[in-house]
């Protein structure tokens, strides 16, 4: 579990407080927060951890895509405890190639996180709109009202300095022993806030993988009112060694419907970040030659992925 949090300043309590009080009118307050536009297409900056940021910035131009969602976590492009004096220079080498910095993805779970603070208020005053949560485990399952309750803590203090800072958290439903996962979970731990401050990663993979044909749908209407991004990514089941087991694979060549996706998602006025990760295993006989293979893989999902976007919105 995530350790306790420090006590939060006089205006974050404040905001905390605002935050509850405004959740009575969430439901009315949710479509007005939402961007105006289209999604912003971009590439998750885990899959190329090799580059620096101009050649980041470079390769995805080259790869056509108009924004990233950009890892600012432990091995992130940024690191977390050099967020102030980093993020403003990616975000310069990005902006120097038209590459709209859509979002980052930390690794923060506490507001007592040294690097908590930092990173958000650093990231706002950049105008970066979208920030990703770290995540929580359920360590024993026989005790899951009390792990929600401490997440439910811990998100509440960071979506009170979310709100203070002008920029918008997001929960990812990660699938497995993740907080989130079961999405009536997701959606309990964030009732009482601003959707303003904190709305959901939707991650319509993990929520097949969860919740099925059905069970996907259910959740992402639950949610829809206050998604704030997305991560897309597919998978099947597979059988190893007598065990079904997950296996990610290309866009397209496994269970996601994305085509069902894409239509709720834009009849529900979606207009955040779209982020694609390239989970799947990809080899080749040298680092360079596996480096090209997925420089391929990324353009391949890319193409789908832009194609199921432009048919729905």
Not at 21 to 44: R, Y
Not at 134 to 141: H, K, N, P, S
Request: proline letters at 6%; glycine letters at 8%; a positive charge.
């Amino acid at each position: 579990m995530p350790t306790r949090m420090n006590p939060w300043t006089r205006r974050e309590m404040l905001l905390g407080a605002a935050a509850s009080l405004a959740s009575a009118s969430s439901a009315a307050a949710a479509p007005d927060s939402k961007p105006a536009g289209k999604p912003t297409l971009c590439l998750f900056s885990k899959h190329l951890p090799h580059l620096g940021y101009k050649d980041l910035a470079r390769t995805l131009r080259e790869l056509g895509f108009p924004g990233v969602d950009l890892t600012t976590r432990p091995q992130g492009h940024v690191l977390p405890e050099r967020a102030a004096e980093d993020l403003p220079k990616a975000f310069e080498a990005l902006q120097s190639e038209g590459i709209k910095l859509a979002m980052i993805t930390t690794g923060l779970t506490s507001l007592s996180d040294p690097a908590a603070r930092p990173t958000l208020y650093t990231a706002a005053r950049l105008k970066i709109p979208y920030w990703k949560l770290g995540y929580y485990r359920y360590r024993d399952l026989s005790k899951l009202d009390d792990t929600l309750r401490e997440v439910k803590r811990e998100v509440e203090a960071l979506a009170a300095a979310s709100q203070h800072a002008g920029i918008r958290g997001g929960f990812h439903n990660h699938s497995g022993t993740y907080v989130g996962a079961a999405i009536w979970d997701h959606w309990w731990i964030l009732r009482d806030t601003d959707p303003r401050s904190i709305g959901f990663y939707f991650d319509p993979c993990h929520a097949t993988i969860e919740g099925g044909d059905g069970g996907w749908q259910i959740g992402f209407q639950r949610l829809a009112g206050r998604i704030h991004m997305v991560a897309i990514k597919d998978f099947y089941w597979e059988k190893q060694g007598g065990e079904w087991k997950v296996r990610m694979c290309p866009l397209g060549e496994g269970m996601v419907n994305f085509p069902k996706f894409f239509q709720l998602l834009a009849a529900s006025g979606f207009a955040g970040p779209i982020s694609l990760h390239v989970e799947y295993e990809i080899e080749g006989p040298t680092e360079a030659a596996r480096r090209e293979k997925e420089l391929a893989a990324i353009q391949k999902d890319y193409a789908y992925m832009k194609q199921q976007v432009e048919k729905a919105f």
